[in-house]
T-cell receptor, first 113, second 108 residues
Framework: DGGITQSPKYLFRKEGQNVTLSCEQN?????MYWYRQDPGQGLRLIYY???????QKGDIAEGYSVSREKKESFPLTVTSAQKNPTAFYLC????????????FGQGTRLTVV | DAKTTQPPSMDCAEGRAANLPCNHS???????VYWYRQIHSQGPQYIIH???NNETNEMASLIITEDRKSSTLILPHATLRDTAVYYC?????????FGPGTRLSVLP
């Protein structure tokens, strides 16, 4: 089936460790996005990429890094510099440009202890 | 930051129409109005989008005012499964920015 897959669904890490969240899509979409969601809050944009080998910072990029080496993959690394990494992380993809919706994965819930 | 404003919460009786408003005071000419919803602990689900004209699909109807400064999402016969947070966004499909949304509670 076509879609966007995030793995794992739940992830636990010790404080001070970097952790990489996976996001893969087989929709042939050019654009991909990472969002963070805290309890009771809306989604906040971390990074987005409109084409392979290019990406831009969103509203809350500090403490995060991304790569876009392949069209279908957009991994997010939560570094030790991120002060409050425990959150629900959502990945999305879309065709570039207007008149197009974004498709979301089911999210990864990261808990740092 | 989000460019749209929505009421934080609304209630609707099961079987009745749910009308969710959104203000797009800074929308530009080439930006579309999108609506998504998120059921607890899941990824957001696309509902509908439009540019100028009203739109309808199997899930909902979208009414956009002539000046495009506001829109209304209509769920014609709300069910308990429509309980969710509803987000409106205006964007050119580039970097979807979500606000806090409206928490819709459908009551039996």
């Amino acid at each position: 089936d076509g879609g966007i897959t995030q793995s794992p669904k739940y992830l636990f890490r010790k404080e001070g460790q970097n952790v990489t969240l996976s996001c893969e899509q087989n929709l042939n979409h050019d654009a991909m996005y990472w969002y963070r969601q805290d309890p009771g809050q809306g989604l906040r944009l971390i990074y987005y990429s409109q084409i392979v080998n290019d990406f831009q910072k969103g509203d809350i990029a500090e403490g995060y890094s991304v790569s876009r080496e392949k069209k279908e993959s957009f991994p997010l690394t939560v570094t030790s510099a991120q002060k409050n990494p425990t959150a629900f992380y959502l990945c999305a993809s879309s065709i570039n440009g207007g008149d197009t919706e974004a498709f979301f994965g089911q999210g990864t819930r990261l808990t740092v202890v | 930051d989000a460019k749209t404003t929505q009421p934080p919460s609304m209630d609707c009786a099961e079987g009745r129409a749910a009308n969710l408003p959104c203000n797009h005071s800074t929308i530009s000419g080439n930006e579309y109005v999108y609506w998504y919803r998120q059921i607890h602990s899941q990824g957001p689900q696309y509902i509908i989008h439009g540019l100028k004209n009203n739109e309808t699909n199997e899930m909902a109807s979208l009414i956009i005012t002539e000046d495009r400064k506001s829109s209304t999402l209509i769920l014609p016969h709300a069910t308990l499964r429509d309980t969710a947070v509803y987000y409106c966004i205006d964007d050119y499909g580039q970097n979807f920015v979500f606000g806090p949304g409206t928490r819709l509670s459908v009551l039996p």
